[in-house]
């Protein structure tokens, strides 16, 4: 079996005043919701089941069931308090129930078939950046294995928000994101960081994809940005 989680239940508020009454994964883009890019992707590699936590404005994702019919929504009471490990582990025995792609929410994903590959170990989908980069990075080892996780490097591939984990993996996930949840300290981690402590547990790869297949949105320009894009390529092809 083969789900995916979906975290949809931060604030957004770097893309204020519009997430003030809209969540940031139901933004759209191209007269498309975000998220819908990334189920899109899902439903064409043909998933089980996705699952989406959702908190903030949750009642606003309710449509996205009546539409398919193979999303549950699952609810993350302390998404004001604790960082997004609050949301995996929320949805924590969805990792026992097989291979589970866990997916950012705010994505607006340009290619449907980016998922549509043949994924033998667990891997995040990375993008390789030139220079230094002080966003999330991976650095790996001789043979390709991701060996940390975390934020600056230079010429490293940096991570898009779409991550894979076979069966096995996801079992290891399920125990470690259980074992840091309520540590001290456990309130400010991303999911990331426990994946991080304890990553040699894990058999990771990056795979690369092309920079403008997976773009995150996270602030009100970069929307516009990405809006001024697609309007450019629209009239392109149409020219």
Not at 11 to 39: F, H, N, S
Not at 65 to 89: A, E, G
Not at 156 to 177: C, H, P, Q, R
């Amino acid at each position: 079996m083969e789900n995916a989680i979906l975290m949809a239940s931060g604030l957004g508020t770097r893309m204020r005043p519009i997430t003030d009454t809209v969540p940031k994964p139901l933004v759209k883009v191209a007269g498309q919701c975000l998220i819908e890019t990334i189920i899109a992707c899902l439903n064409e590699r043909r998933v089980d089941h996705i699952y989406i936590v959702v908190g903030y404005l949750s009642e606003q994702f309710e449509y996205l069931t009546r539409k398919y019919n193979n999303i549950t929504l699952i609810n993350n009471d302390v998404y004001r308090t604790v960082n997004n490990i609050s949301s995996i582990y929320t949805a924590r025995d969805v990792l026992m129930k097989g291979s589970c792609f866990i997916c950012e929410a705010d994505l607006y994903v340009s290619d449907k078939n980016i998922l549509n590959t043949e994924l033998k170990k667990s891997c995040y989908f990375g993008k390789y950046v030139r220079g230094y980069s002080n966003d999330w990075v991976f650095d790996t080892d001789d043979n390709g294995k991701i060996i940390r996780v975390g934020k600056n490097g230079t010429d490293k591939y940096n991570m898009t928000g779409i991550s894979y984990f076979t069966s096995e993996d996801a079992k290891i996930l399920y125990e470690v994101i259980t074992e840091e949840y309520g540590k001290p300290g456990y309130e400010e981690l991303f999911w990331d960081d426990a994946v991080n402590i304890h990553i040699s547990r894990f058999e990771l790869t990056v795979h690369p994809v092309l920079p403008k297949q997976i773009i995150e949105i996270d602030t009100v320009d970069e929307l516009r940005s990405l809006s001024d894009y697609l309007e450019e390529r629209k009239k392109e092809n149409e020219s």
